[in-house]
């Protein structure tokens, strides 16, 4: 039975070999690959020290817990925030081609980059709840991406996985054309819940694509944690990386 899975598996390799999932350049066959050697190495995972409560990458001696500033200065609606990989060219590359084109090709590569980490802080989490599309946007593009990624993050807990719970209300202008004041301004009421009471007393694990600011998964924990959620935890699968002095909170 083996020998003829092997048997399909190199036929269907032969109709179509496998390509980096970044560049699209030929891979060796015999290996289990989703990138190229120069794409994986140009795949940036974040390190330690980071901030304990946004995830940011800080300089420092990391066996210390730190805040950054802005968590210090204002802290967010939810209790830690996670990303694995800096959003450099490689990645940002699997994103658009996931978000614009709806390629889903690329979520073999995704997959093996979610595999290398831990997501142990996550074990808690009762709900998993991607950060919602206007339903106009979601229609023009045909897929949540946030959705998606949820399914890939946690391969056996799909059945928790809530894509109809947490809703936007308005359509918003994309938050990348915005600086940081324009973006709060543009999420305010941007998020709404519908009336669900398994949202009571729960611990919410909320999955988006790309951590920039913390805007939009910030107004989405509000919203969640207004509506009974006991905590909300994010995770994403890139984060913008701007590294910066830790401070100790
Ligand atoms: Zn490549
Ligand atoms: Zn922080």
Redesign the pocket.
């Known amino acids: 039975m083996k020998a003829v899975t092997q048997l399909v598996r190199d036929f269907m390799q032969l109709l179509f070999p496998p390509v ?1 999932a ?4 030929r891979l060796n066959t015999c290996r289990q690959e989703s ?2 050697i ?2 994986r190495d140009n795949i940036g995972y974040l390190m330690q020290p980071a901030c304990r409560v946004c995830g940011m990458e800080l300089v420092g001696d990391d066996n210390r817990e730190y805040l950054c500033g802005e968590c210090l200065r204002t802290p967010p609606a939810f209790s830690l925030a996670r990303s694995l990989v800096r959003y450099e060219p490689a990645v940002q590359q699997l994103v658009q081609r996931l978000k614009y084109a709806g390629d889903t090709s690329v979520a073999s590569g995704i997959s093996t980059i979610i595999r290398g980490r831990s997501l142990v802080e996550f074990a808690d989490c009762d709900w998993i709840i991607p950060v919602p599309l206007h339903v106009e946007r979601h229609r023009t593009r045909g897929l949540n991406q946030a959705t998606l990624l949820a399914g890939l993050f946690f391969p056996e807990k799909r059945q928790l996985v809530r894509s109809d719970w947490l809703i936007r209300v308005r359509n918003t202008t994309p938050q990348t054309r915005l600086g940081g004041p324009a973006r709060r301004k543009n999420l305010r009421s941007a998020f709404d819940v519908r009336p669900v009471h398994q949202l009571a007393g729960a611990m919410v694990c909320l999955v988006d694509d790309v951590y920039t600011t913390g805007t939009t998964v910030g107004e989405c924990a509000k919203v969640l944690v207004l509506h009974g959620a006991r905590g909300v935890k994010v995770l994403t699968l890139a984060r913008v990386a701007v590294p910066q002095r830790g401070r100790i909170g």
Do not use: A, G, S
């Not at 970044?22 to 350049?25: E, L, P």
């Open positions: 980096c970044v560049c699209r350049v990138f190229c120069r794409c």
